[in-house]
């Protein structure tokens, strides 16, 4: 399998990747000014907010803040990773691609190999339900279904099959296809021993794992006859070039749409659950596949759901069994929920029955409930945290309290924890205040990377975590502000038009001549891309101060390297004019060195009154003085 793509044949995609092309397959733009607008592809409304700038590959929405290159948009439009938006841009525009590790390949080659495989599973998917639904030796297989009111129709539907018991039909019938040992092992189809080839699963029911797309890239399946000689429940296919079971959901490509549109995604823990889910009306579910949860399945479902602070919350809904095994994944699941800037949910069957089951004994209207009725994951942690104590005791309700603190303290939307804290008081029959107080002094339950180094919530034997900050958050910068604007606008200018700038203006930015704490984010990307060689030009500078800069201001960058500068820009070149710039230039670098004048005079102020002065530190203010308003001077007469 290749390695990370090599960087200078990214660069070169994103240079030849034509972004207007690649959006006029989604949007119907029209021109207005420099950039070209239309209704944006990843929300509803009603006006024009998405525009792009041909000249820098850069897109923006202003009404939903999505933004980025051409690789980021067909990353999002089209749900992909990064590498598979490079491959498919790659394959489009006609570049060949290096693998660092690997050897040179062309993107069609690249391509070649998987679409042999996707191929020889679509084929295996054919085969194992043709056995299910005619073949004799496949009953069990349709009993347990039909036990579980599935049909043959829901067989059609879902895809699922029966993979015979001899151990070899299935690589005998891929074969007669055309596909070649070497094929059916990579795939993970197929096993090699001794004697050969064998199936990879034998004697059991089937279901076709896909990928967002469709296309089916593995296989789990269900334990049916008592004398299989394998005990495990469930066996899933192992990981291939096609296949990682920590990267996928079963049922995402039936639930994508849905999911998307309506914001919302539902967690369940079987395949069963997800079929009934979806036959019930609950068309958002989907399943994990032989692996717990993890932050790459939260990566997928945020960029569905467009999980992102600033918009209104996105729902997820966990659905768990009610016996222990359920509760501790709900618990999991609930050490995982600050990844989320959505609302999580969980929902638990008061019997303990799974969506299947609930939809087999009571209708798919129970299903549905079941759904809707889900509570908070907040109150789940702190309710199942609570029941592992004596709450009879003072003792016990003293542990529980020190227990439920740091969920409670971990609730990021400040304004419900007054709330939290009586329900808690409720539920210990405790003071309001002695619950805050207790909030108060505990740290808030933090996640870790590695799932055996997890932070859960402290018992009364633990230590408590030290607050998490709120890493990456930087507040975005209000235009109203006639200072703010000035800023934005310099930037603007830095971003698009650089070459306008005379040569050593950036380097006479500093951070102390922004007032935003995101602006000076930008330009510590704007530094950084210099600093790395990067050149003020040509769309390949966008892309530098976007990789240069931090995460938190990436779509602030889109945005400013596709807004309209509010001014005329001269006829003859299509820039903004040099007055223009310079006046701006010499404003922002005036309003900063203004207020670095004002803050050295305060503290120099400050320590006059101090109770014991600061002479040394005093003399360093009195020199940084002169020299600001000397450099202020000079600003001012046309010399800066």
Known sequence: MAGLINADDIATVKERSSLEDVVREHVTLRRSGSRLVGLCPFHDEKSPSFGINPANGFYHCFGCGEGGDVISFVQKVDSLSF?????????????????????????????????????????????????????QA?????DFLRARDFTGAHVRQFGIGFAPRGGEALVRHLRDK??????????????????????????????????????????????IF???????????????????????????????????????????????DVMACHLAGVGTAVATCGT???????????????????????????TFDGDAAGRKAAMRAFADDQRWASQSFVAVEKSGRDPCELRQLEGDPAVVALVED??????????????????????????????????????????????????????????????????????KVTVRDDPAQRHTPASASEDVAEPAPDEGYLPMPDPRDPVVAAERQLLQVVLQYPAVLRPDAIDLLTAGHFSAPAHRAVLEGVHAARAAGGSPSGRAWTSAVTEAAPTAVAGLISELAVATLPTRMDPLTGLPTARYVDELFARVRTIGLTRRIDDAMSELQRLEHAESPDHDRSRQLGVRLQQLQRELAGIREGMG
């Open 83 to 135: 590498t598979e938006a490079v491959e498919r841009l790659a394959e489009r525009f006609g570049v060949q691609l290096r693998y660092e590790g690997g050897s040179g390949r062309s993107a069609g080659e690249a391509t070649g190999r998987r679409s042999r495989l996707v191929e020889a599973h679509r084929v295996a998917e054919e085969f194992y339900t043709d056995q299910l639904l005619h073949q």
């Open 138 to 142: 496949a009953r069990p297989g349709r």
């Open 178 to 223: 055309g596909f070649t040992d070497d094929e059916l092992v990579i795939g993970g189809l197929a096993g090699r021993g001794s004697r050969g080839l064998y199936d990879r699963f034998r004697g059991r029911l089937v279901w076709p794992i896909r990928d967002i797309t469709g296309a089916t890239i593995g296989f789990g399946a269900r334990r």
């Open 226 to 272: 008592d004398d299989d000689r394998i005990e495990a429940k469930y066996l899933n296919t192992a990981e291939t070039p096609l296949y990682r079971k920590s990267a996928v959901l079963y049922g995402l490509d039936l639930a994508r749409k849905r999911i998307s549109a309506e914001r919302r995604a539902v967690v369940v823990e079987g395949y069963t």
């Open 292 to 318: 717990a949860f993890g932050a790459e399945h939260v990566r997928i479902l945020r960029r569905l759901v467009r999980d992102e602070p600033g918009l209104a919350p996105a729902k997820v809904v966990f």
């Open 374 to 443: 889900a509570v908070p994951m907040f109150e789940f942690a702190v309710r199942t945290t609570i029941d592992r104590f004596d709450l009879s005791s003072a003792e016990g309700r003293v542990q529980a309290l020190r227990a439920a603190a740091p969920i409670v303290a971990s609730i990021r939307d400040r304004s419900l924890r007054p709330e939290y804290t009586r329900e808690v008081a409720g539920m210990l029959g405790v003071d309001v205040e002695q619950v805050a107080r207790e909030v108060g002094r505990a740290g």
